[in-house]
């Protein structure tokens, strides 16, 4: 099992601008840091979540992790397109967090934006235990039930 690692906000600030993102909320006071990276003229975005901060807002070892989640913009507004895996605060981080952050820069180079021949919505690559697959942003019921996907590899 890895150790957790104590990462200071100076080193995931330093470790974020080294790849290009800006924090959005620095002066906040907040639970967590969100760094952004916007490109082919606003189109993506990919945002890093992290509870990486002196105020006491990282969560208890266990629960406390960094994310990164890759949106699409459609009609002037971002959509969720692909979350990656969590990047445990570990010896490891800065490789893990970059595997991430590459992953998702990757992702959202594909070209691929596509419309759900269901309802309309927009499709979003989700991950699923058959593997990766587009999925309508309307599923699941609650957001009007539709069940549409379509191949990654289509």
């Given at each position: 099992m890895a150790t957790y690692t104590h990462i200071n906000p100076e080193e995931m600030h330093e470790f974020m601008n080294n790849n290009g993102f800006i924090c959005i909320n620095e002066?906040?006071?907040s639970q967590e840091f969100i760094y952004n990276l916007e490109w082919h003229d606003g189109e993506y975005l990919l945002k890093v979540f992290s509870s990486v901060t002196d105020g006491g807002g990282?969560?208890?070892v266990g629960?406390?992790?960094i994310r990164v989640v890759l949106f699409?913009?459609?009609d002037g507004k971002y959509y969720p397109r692909w979350?990656?895996?969590r990047v445990h605060r570990v010896g490891g981080w800065r490789d893990n967090l970059q595997s991430r952050?590459?992953?998702g820069l990757a992702r959202g180079c594909d070209g691929e934006d596509w419309e759900c021949e269901n309802c309309g919505g927009h499709m979003i690559l989700r991950?699923?235990?058959?593997g990766l697959?587009?999925?309508c942003e309307n599923f699941p019921e609650n957001r009007g039930g539709c069940r549409f996907t379509r191949s990654y590899n289509d």
């Open positions: 002066d906040q006071a990282a969560r208890n629960q406390d992790a699409v913009r459609h979350k990656g895996s952050i590459n992953e991950d699923g235990s058959r697959f587009y999925g």
